[in-house]
């Protein structure tokens, strides 16, 4: 077999399969590369960050060179220092691939906002595809709507659990109130469903660095604390 379809359930897990595996074949040659190939991949989107640009070109350079063992072509390079990818883009460039250097301010990295130049990470609501007259607070949304709204909200990190925590206690009150699937929130919610939605704009101006780590630390600690009630429960760690 030497070629896999797009598409069926076992796609992703069969190309991650190939991805792990011809790394490790090249683990000889490029250890640090296979390593970074196993963790630091995230379905099709390779994310990493370094100490030094020097570092970064060798490992780049290393990661690129191993997919194309395996025919596997990474594009679309974003970097917030244009040193790193320049030899790699350049490189791709004279191959016809496709090849971007950041030249956006914004980029989409695993459902958030990456602001390049300023390395911050945030969110972006306007594509959560409210309703105008539910955003507008001239309607209570439908249950349907209501949990569309609310999924659409991409937190991998946990990072706004403040303002998404409370939507999914609404979300549970719809239950209690035994509302079905189209119909508006109970009126009972209003007041909480358009404070929830108030509080969304404050998502738009959240920034937050992406990296906090710039030097080697001799010693690392994680202290972790956890509560729950009958509503919720959570665990922050520092």
Known sequence: MTSIIFGATSSPCTALYIKNKNAEEHAEAYPEAAVTIERNHYMDDYLQSFHS????????????HVHKQAGFVLSGWTSNEAKTIEEITTEHKQHDATVSLGGKETEKTLGLLWHVQSDHIGFNTHNMKMPADVKE???????REALSI???????LGLISPVTTPAKRIFQ???????????????????KWEDWITSLNAIEQLRIWRCYDYN???????????????????????
Do not use: C, N
């Open 216 to 238: 080697p630390v001799s010693t690392r600690q994680l202290h972790t604390f956890v509560d729950a009630s009958e509503e919720a429960y959570a665990a922050a760690v520092y």
């Open 173 to 191: 009150d719809t239950w209690r109130y035994k509302a079905d699937r189209d119909d508006p929130l109970p009126t009972e919610l209003k007041e």
């Open 53 to 64: 640009v020097t570092e970064a070109q060798q490992t780049v350079k290393a990661v690129d």
């Open 137 to 143: 607070k001239q309607r209570l949304p439908t249950k």
């Open 150 to 156: 609310i999924m659409a909200l991409i937190d991998p």
